[in-house]
């Protein structure tokens, strides 16, 4: 073997042969091309509005009964105020329908003096029990504004606006210790108030015309 052949097969050699021109070719860089718009992706359609602020009193039949369209472009406070409103003349309605019944059928006050149809009672009473019921009345409904209402004498405030943190008609009031503690417990009982008072505003109408039509008692 001459020496040339020597040289020509030795490692250091063959470290110096030039690479093979197509692999060279093959090793050539790759780039990802991403197609770039100007067009924003669409935002998400905003949640429909919740019937009556998520208030209880949405039961069967009715289910969101609103015929009148009242709730239609309502904030917050509105829906607020009507609950307050519904649940205020409900709970009288109820005391009031008692009342018919009561009144008509044992009366012991005032000598048993205050006779005929419950809607003629209130006008036979004395004087003094009208200032007596307004007195109370009052009371009742400045203690309502103070745990409810924000006061409009303080700077920024805005009239007729409930507290942020007030359920309408929580007043606190529960000597018996019946509020529920659980969160669907209490909605079904606010769902039994919401309809007797209801049925009571119904049931008021009903008796009050009765009387006025027939002149004699319902009971």
């Known amino acids: 073997m001459s020496a040339f052949t020597r040289f020509a097969l030795s490692p250091p050699a063959l470290a110096q042969l030039p690479l093979n021109k197509a692999s060279s070719a093959n090793k050539t860089p790759r780039f990802v091309v991403r197609a ?3 067009e924003a992706a669409p935002e998400a359609a905003p949640a429909p509005p919740v019937f009556c602020g998520g208030l209880a009193g949405s039961t069967a039949p009715f289910g969101q009964f609103d015929p009148s369209g009242a709730l239609q472009g309502a904030d917050d406070n509105k829906v607020k105020l009507f609950r307050e409103a519904e649940l205020t003349h409900g709970r009288v309605s109820m005391l009031a329908v008692l009342g018919f019944f009561v009144g008509e059928n044992f009366n012991p006050l ?3 003096s205050i006779t005929g149809p419950a809607i003629n009672h209130f006008q036979q009473v004395p004087p003094f029990f009208w200032t007596l019921t307004v007195f ?3 009371l009742a409904e400045a203690y309502r504004l103070t745990i409810g209402w924000n006061n409009p004498t ?3 405030a805005i009239p007729w ?3 942020d943190s007030y359920t309408p008609g929580d007043l606190g009031f ?3 210790g019946m509020k529920p503690s659980g969160e669907k417990e209490f909605i079904r009982v606010q769902n039994k108030e919401l309809n007797n008072g209801r049925l ?3 049931a008021i109408a009903g008796l009050v015309a009765q009387e006025l039509v027939t ?3 319902v009971f």
Do not use: S
Request: aromatic share 4%; hydrophobic share 30%.
């Open 200 to 202: 009571a505003m119904i």
């Open 174 to 176: 529960d000597p018996l």
């Open 36 to 38: 770039q718009t100007d």
């Open 161 to 163: 606006t409930l507290k």
């Open 154 to 156: 303080e700077p920024n």
């Open 110 to 112: 005032f000598g048993g």
């Open 136 to 138: 109370g009345i009052g």
């Open 215 to 217: 002149g004699e008692k």
